[in-house]
């Protein structure tokens, strides 16, 4: 069985720092590319960045840039998204994704991933 599961989403302050985790299971874990997506309130999910487990090959969304950073640890099939000097427009629920895609495809096109995790939220207060 396929799981994706985030952790790490919590309530900060604006300037603040999170670090999410990603722990997937169930499938060849250095084949896929793993994404972070999210749903801000009242607007409609967005990639945030991706990586390829198997290259270490990112991508990020402009207004994340500089900001936040994706890893991946392959001994631990899991994906971090370290998120630094948060803002409010940051606040969303924020999921992990896999696709079989690479991630010069993959990248912020959530049609093209195939398994997804349950979401963790995150608030930013100003």
């Known amino acids: 069985e396929v799981q994706l599961v985030e952790s790490g989403g919590g309530f900060v302050q604006a300037g603040g720092s999170l670090r999410l985790s990603c722990a997937a299971s169930?499938?060849?874990?250095?084949?896929?590319?793993i994404g972070w997506f999210r749903r801000a309130p009242g607007k409609g999910r967005e990639g945030v960045s991706c990586?390829?487990?198997?290259?270490?090959?990112?991508y990020y969304k402009d207004s994340v840039k500089g900001r936040f950073t994706i890893s991946s640890d392959n001994a631990k099939n899991t994906v971090y998204l370290q998120m630094n000097s948060l803002k409010p427009e940051d606040t969303g629920v924020y999921y992990c994704?896999?696709?079989?895609?690479?991630?010069?495809?993959?990248?912020?096109?959530?049609?093209?991933?195939?398994?997804w995790g349950q979401g963790t939220q995150v608030t930013v207060s100003s």
């Open positions: 169930g499938f060849t874990f250095d084949d896929y590319t």
């Open positions: 994704a896999a696709s079989a895609w690479s991630s010069n495809i993959a990248i912020d096109r959530d049609v093209l991933y195939d398994y």
């Open positions: 990586i390829s487990t198997s290259s270490g090959n990112t």
